[in-house]
């Protein structure tokens, strides 16, 4: 081959290496094979090597080719990069629509337009400079004038192109990120090295992008996504336009963007996404809304730091910082002291918050939180938050560190407490006081045990208070007038509770178990001892070493069981109970699952949970890894490195369709 083969053998490779990198990192659609790609990288490799009057910077070859930096250059920006304003609620959205249509009728411009709504990355803004259609900076946002140069780290992520489909000089935005996937995968890799975790995706994708060395940088995998034209020659009319032209270009676009006529649609979308996020393999905080049209853009304008005419609906934040006013004790259904800090209100998640949970007294010492201190705290869903930090730059000098106390008067008796050897718990030394006898009754009365509709916690006081309950069976012999004497009740919300009772006297085996509040018997445990055993008398007939012999049942459930077999008292209210309940065995409803074992990955449309549920009752098992005794891997969007491993192992993969005949 000479030198002018050569040369055009390089050139094809190139383009060609580029088109299949495009597939697949920006469509996640291969062509070809890894092998076949990398034996085509390889032979470009070799060639480059051969000819080095032929290499050149933006070569697929390079993604990874720079020396590690002393240090990160400041770069000035081309284009000012501006951030958005936020708003938490549809009430502030709609307040920003009527805004915006104020000030196109003072401009005397049309209100009737639509909004381009984007989802809102949860990563770190990038600016991509190119100059024909070839990548020569990148910088992150900085202070909005002036950023740092990480073109070297930025060469290392594959969904950045660095030669586009057109010869042509422009700016981009985006944003850089770290999958939930590669988060997990990395989190996993530094605890396994005894190193600290990573906060969240966000964090360490800044930390990624960041680094001196941009071999460091490619071994995160990080991902893009380009959702701004800042400057070129000529620029599309609306921004929905300008996404797909984007696109066009080569960069990877978020395909999830959406032309909203009104703003009405606006929220919609927003209460839809907050859903939906969970789903992506990604982080999502929110929504970035912008009027469409580009001639309406720039009549609007900016304000000295954000543009007029957009906005971010951020989703309701599930970080907040607040005060801790005291803290306080709740003692559990089993006697389990739990403390509580009491918190100055404060909005997360959507709903105003007023307590946390510390969880014990090792946690207390952990945080060394105290009362006056002001913390960060964090919620998931609708669980009781967490504290997280204490911002010990805002104590109070007179500040005390917290006294674990030696009585609860909760507890009743003394009010003595306890703590058994090799727990972090403390308990109440007397087993029966009101409040652990109002906590069981009101579990019994759960959805996890005998799923009483309408039984809160409040009215099972009230019962209480009244003589009316003070065991299980009590339940079962209530009458309408006895529920009429209660505060705040009438016929009709009377009858309702009574049917409820009512609806409630057969209950499935495992069910009846975890409604019992045996110390260490959850929902999956008392699946395990409903399956094993079948009845209440098989169980208690047991011996420990039977109950240890089950899968995924230990010493402390196994010494539990038996100590509530053989408590006179517990059984004594279980003899009277069954007066009026009767319980079911717990059945699985298919035989075909039976030992088999799955691994779910990627985004799919039910969740987790509801899947894991099905199957194991089923017989299955849901486990967390896959390895050769995987039966079957059900894969949904975007998998990760389970989905190689099965295809390594030799694994089943299937989808949601054909899991959904697999359960039927």
């Not at 490799?45 to 009057?53: A, V």
């Not at 911002?391 to 003595?416: A, H, M, Q, T």
């Amino acid at each position: 081959m000479d030198k002018e083969q050569a040369k055009k053998r390089i050139e094809a490779l190139r383009e060609l290496l580029r088109y299949h990198n495009y597939r697949y990192y920006v469509l996640d659609d291969p062509e070809i094979s890894d092998a076949a790609y990398d034996a085509l990288m390889q032979e470009l490799i070799e060639l480059e090597k051969k000819y080095p009057e032929f290499c050149d910077p933006n070569s697929p070859t390079q993604r990874v080719g720079g020396k590690p930096l002393d240090k990160f250059q400041k770069v000035k920006h081309k284009v000012p990069q501006w951030s958005f304003d936020d708003v938490f609620s549809p009430e502030e959205f709609y307040e920003f629509d009527v805004r915006v249509k104020r000030q196109l009728a003072k401009a005397r411009l049309k209100q009737d337009f639509d909004y381009c709504v984007e989802l809102k990355i949860d990563g770190l803004k990038i600016v991509l400079d190119y100059e024909n259609g070839e990548l020569v900076r990148a910088a992150t946002r900085g202070d909005g004038t002036t950023g740092e140069d990480v073109t070297q780290n930025a060469r290392t992520i594959r969904s950045i192109p660095l030669k586009l489909n057109e010869k042509v000089s422009i700016t981009v935005e985006g944003e850089v990120y770290l999958s939930k996937s590669q988060f997990e995968k990395i989190n996993k890799e530094r605890e396994k090295a005894g190193l600290p975790l990573y906060a969240n995706p966000r964090n360490a994708a800044a930390g990624a992008l960041r680094q001196l060395d941009p071999r460091e940088t490619a071994k995160r995998s990080l991902d893009s996504f380009i959702y701004e034209l800042a400057l070129a020659p000529s620029v599309p009319s609306t921004q929905c336009k300008e996404l797909e032209y984007l696109k066009s270009l080569g960069f990877k676009v978020n395909e999830h963007f959406t032309l909203c006529k009104d703003a009405s649609c606006v929220v919609q979308l927003w209460q839809a996404w907050q859903k939906k996020k969970e789903r992506q393999d990604y982080m999502i905080d929110g929504l970035v809304i912008k009027v469409n049209e580009r001639e309406l853009q720039e009549a609007l304008g900016y304000t000295s730091k954000a543009p007029r005419y957009a906005i971010a609906f951020k989703f309701p934040e599930e970080e907040a910082t607040t005060v801790v006013e005291k803290i306080t004790f709740q003692v559990g259904r089993t006697g389990v002291i739990t403390p509580v800090a009491e918190l100055r209100p404060v909005r997360i998640a959507g709903s105003v918050v007023s307590r946390a949970t510390l969880h014990n007294e090792d946690e207390i010492k952990r945080l060394d939180v105290r009362e006056g201190d002001t913390v960060i705290i964090k919620k998931a869903g609708d669980i009781i938050p967490d504290i997280v930090k204490v911002i010990k730059e805002l104590r109070d000098n007179s500040s005390k560190p917290f006294v674990w106390p030696k009585k609860i008067p909760e507890c009743g008796g003394d009010g003595s407490i306890v703590r058994r050897e090799g727990e972090v718990a403390w308990r109440c030394k007397e087993k029966d006081s009101f409040v652990q006898r109002l906590r069981r009754l009101s579990y019994f009365a759960s959805k996890k045990g005998f799923d009483i509709e309408g039984l809160s916690e409040k009215i099972m006081e009230k019962l209480m208070e009244a003589g009316l309950v003070q065991h299980f069976a009590d339940l079962y012999k209530l009458k309408k007038g006895d529920i009429l004497e209660l505060e705040g009740f009438k016929d009709k919300s009377a009858e309702n509770l009574l049917s409820a009772i009512e609806n409630s006297r057969q209950v499935r085996f495992d069910k009846f178990l975890v409604a019992m509040s045996i110390p260490y018997v959850g929902e999956e445990t008392a699946k395990l001892l409903a399956k094993k055993f079948k009845s209440l008398k098989g169980l208690c007939s047991a011996s420990k070493e039977e109950l240890e012999s089950i899968e995924g049942i230990g010493d402390k459930v196994a010494e539990s069981v038996r100590a509530w077999c053989l408590d006179k008292n517990a059984q004594e209210e279980v003899k009277e109970l069954l007066k009026y309940i009767k319980i079911e065995p717990y059945e699985q409803a298919s035989s075909k699952l039976e030992g088999k074992t799955f691994v779910i990955t990627g985004s799919l449309s039910v969740p987790r949970l509801k899947i894991k549920e099905e199957l194991e009752a089923r017989g299955a098992k849901v486990a967390s890894s896959v390895s050769k005794s995987t039966d079957f891997l059900i894969a949904g969007d975007k998998p990760g490195s389970k989905y190689k491993k099965a295809k390594e192992l030799g694994v089943k993969i299937i989808d949601e369709k054909e899991l959904e005949k697999l359960l039927k």
